[in-house]
């Protein structure tokens, strides 16, 4: 695709229900990240994926939050028994391959909202 | 937590001024990158300086970096309507090199015609 793409874009949830939110990162991109912005502040990292694998999940707030890459391309951010504090922006943001000093391409990410 | 500061917080100019805007962080960093987020937009990238580089331009952007003083500057000149947006610098710090990046809290920047 054109670009990084994110669904639902939106997604209104009760407290306690679980959620999924998907991210098609650009087709061929190794890296893949995960971000939580909360209203108001800057994106805060989650986790990295390099292909399939979870290199790195040391932002992921609680045991409830789950991230998955089977096969290297989608992937999927799942949340267990949602809390309020959970609300925010999660954004997904793919790069051609590792390396610093490479350009990550953000979707236009996932805004939860739990009630 | 958040590894850069955005100052000011907020920015409010008319059409054709500069704006100017710092971000200053707290450890060593591979790059530092500058993003915009528009109102229900994604991030989308401006510019990336790597640690070695003092000063780079990409169209009516300007960015400096100083490592002495772990700070980084933004410019856009000739500002337009179009440029209101919030404005995020974010630090590339990993040691291993698979780029990881810490943002900060961001600026607000509102442009008047």
């Known amino acids: 695709g054109a670009g990084v793409s994110q669904s639902p874009r939106y997604k209104v949830a009760k407290r306690g229900q679980d959620v999924a939110l998907r991210c098609d990162p650009i087709s061929g991109h190794v890296s893949l990240f995960w971000y939580q912005q909360a209203l108001g502040q800057g994106p805060e990292f989650l986790t990295y994926?390099?292909?399939?694998?979870?290199?790195?999940k040391s932002g992921l707030p609680s045991d409830r939050f789950f991230a998955e890459r089977p096969e290297g391309s989608v992937s999927t951010l799942k949340i267990q028994r949602t809390q309020q504090e959970d609300s925010a922006v999660y954004l997904c943001?793919?790069?051609?391959?590792?390396?610093?000093?490479?350009?990550?391409?953000f979707g236009q990410g996932t805004r939860l909202t739990v009630v | 937590s958040q590894q850069g500061e955005e100052d000011p917080q907020a920015l409010s100019i008319q059409e054709g001024e500069n704006a100017t805007m710092n971000c200053s962080y707290k450890t060593s960093i591979n790059n530092l990158q500058w993003y915009r987020q528009n109102s229900g937009r994604g991030l989308v990238h401006l510019i990336l300086i790597r640690s070695n580089e003092r000063e780079k331009h990409s169209g009516r952007l300007r960015v400096t970096l100083d490592t002495s003083k772990k700070s980084s500057s933004l410019l856009i000149t000739a500002s337009r309507a179009a440029d209101t947006a919030s404005y995020f610098c974010a630090t590339d710090v990993t040691t291993d090199s698979w780029g990881k990046l810490q943002f900060g809290a961001g600026t607000q920047v509102v442009v008047t015609p």
């Open positions: 943001a793919s790069s051609r391959q590792q390396g610093m000093n490479t350009e990550a391409f």
């Open positions: 994926f390099q292909n399939e694998a979870q290199l790195d």
